[in-house]
C-alpha cells in the first residue's frame, strides 16, 4: 500500500516583507465613500452588554439567542419539517397556508 505524502510546510513571509504589509496596513487611506455607518442592534448590543457588566441583569431579547430553551412541541415540528423536505428559506411574501 502507498504512504500518503507529508503535504508541504506552509510558507511564512520573510520578515522585511511582514514589516512592509505591517507599514502599508497602517498608512492606507479609505475614501469617504466607503466608511461603514454604525449598526443600530449592534449599539444596543453594546448597551446591554455594558450593563450587564455592571452587574445589571438584562433578559437576551435579539435573534438567536433566547433565555429559554425551545419547547419540544416545536422543536418536533420542526424536525418533521426538515424530515419532509422543507429546509430551503420560505418565500419574502411568506407562505399563504401559514
Same mark, same amino acid.
Given at each position: 500500500?502507498?504512504?500518503?505524502?507529508?503535504?508541504?510546510?506552509?510558507?511564512?513571509?520573510?520578515?522585511?516583507?511582514?514589516?512592509?504589509?505591517?507599514?502599508?496596513?497602517?498608512?492606507?487611506?479609505?475614501?469617504?465613500?466607503?466608511?461603514?455607518?454604525?449598526?443600530?442592534?449592534?449599539?444596543?448590543? &453594546?448597551? +446591554?452588554? /455594558?450593563?450587564? *457588566? %455592571? @452587574?445589571?441583569?438584562?433578559?437576551?431579547?435579539?435573534? =438567536?439567542? !433566547?433565555?429559554?430553551?425551545?419547547?419540544?412541541?416545536?422543536? &418536533?415540528? +420542526?424536525? /418533521?419539517?426538515? *424530515? %419532509? @423536505?422543507?429546509?430551503?428559506?420560505?418565500?419574502?411574501? =411568506?407562505? !399563504?397556508?401559514?
Amino acid at each position: 500500500s502507498k504512504v500518503p505524502a507529508k503535504p508541504p510546510a506552509p510558507i511564512a513571509p520573510r520578515p522585511r516583507d511582514a514589516r512592509r504589509s505591517a507599514r502599508r496596513a497602517m498608512t492606507m487611506k479609505f475614501a469617504a465613500r466607503m466608511a461603514i455607518p454604525g449598526s443600530g442592534i449592534r449599539e444596543v448590543m &453594546a448597551k +446591554a452588554q /455594558a450593563l450587564r *457588566a %455592571a @452587574g445589571k441583569d438584562v433578559i437576551n431579547w435579539h435573534i =438567536g439567542r !433566547p433565555d429559554f430553551d425551545t419547547p419540544a412541541h416545536i422543536k &418536533a415540528s +420542526a424536525t /418533521a419539517a426538515m *424530515a %419532509a @423536505g422543507h429546509v430551503h428559506y420560505a418565500p419574502t411574501a =411568506g407562505i !399563504p397556508a401559514l
